[in-house]
């Protein structure tokens, strides 16, 4: 619910609105309290950084890139060359909340990446980098942080949560990159997707998501889309 609180605001977050910027210091500022309040065994990282981008309306903007990344204490970057990225975003179309696209994904987000940060043994054998960015105009967000970020050349694969909307239980469309990731996603305690899924968004959905930046960039991949609902995707009762 916290998570949530600044998403449920009367105006959308489009990016370069008020909302948005505020959406931008409340992650942050969430983001240092989990990296202060970590266990003994955990480290989080977190970098707020801005880059030039460009819309797809064509107008240069000041994209910010929140990242979080949870990692074993005492394993330090160097000693590493995989991380796994969970991306979401937090920005929404001009004339809609967004309060399932994305902000629910962002709070899934969230609780996973407090989970994790507070276990007392890190249960992974890899960094997990928690991304926060904008999407709505062109991607920008993912494709600033594959192109400039310092963390870019760790990224082994990457997980993309959205919504189509107004649920996150009931029907998912699956997109993965190979045989790895849909064996990784058969392991969780209840799968659900379509086979169809990758043929339904090259011919039917007009929209990319951020799995197509890592896509286009050869890393395994997969995207996560709850899709109950879809009649209020992109509206304003979203």
């Known amino acids: 619910e916290d998570t949530l609180k600044p998403f449920t605001v009367a105006d959308s977050r489009f990016i370069g609105t008020s909302e ?3 959406s931008v ?4 500022n969430q983001l240092l309290l989990l990296q202060s309040s970590a266990s003994d065994s955990v480290t989080v990282d977190v970098m707020l950084t801005y880059h030039s981008a460009e819309a797809d309306n064509g107008v240069s903007m000041n994209t910010p890139v929140i990242a979080a990344r949870v990692r074993q204490r005492g ?10 990225v969970v991306d979401h975003h ?13 902000a629910t994904a962002v709070a899934v987000g969230m609780e996973t990446l407090r989970s994790l940060s507070q276990s007392q043994t890190y249960p992974l054998n890899y960094p997990v980098i928690f991304l926060f960015t904008s999407e709505e105009e062109g991607l920008q967000g993912a494709m ?18 959205e919504n189509g ?3 996150i239980q009931g029907e998912v469309l699956l997109q993965a990159t190979g045989i790895f990731m849909a064996e990784a996603y058969s392991k969780v ?8 899924s990758n043929d339904l968004f090259r011919t039917m959905v007009s929209s990319s998501t951020d799995y197509n930046v890592y896509l286009d960039r050869g890393i395994p991949a997969m995207d996560l889309v709850w899709a109950t609902g879809a009649v209020w995707y992109h509206t304003p009762l979203d």
């Open 20 to 22: 948005f910027n505020n």
């Open 25 to 28: 210091h409340f992650l942050h």
């Open 75 to 84: 394993v330090f970057p160097d000693q590493f060359s995989c991380a796994i």
């Open 90 to 102: 937090f920005d929404s179309q001009f004339f809609a909340k967004g309060f399932n696209d994305d």
């Open 144 to 161: 600033a942080f594959m192109s400039e970020h310092p963390w870019k050349d760790t990224v082994c694969a990457a997980i993309d949560l």
């Open 165 to 167: 909307g107004a649920a």
């Open 189 to 196: 305690p209840y799968p659900a997707g379509y086979a169809l």
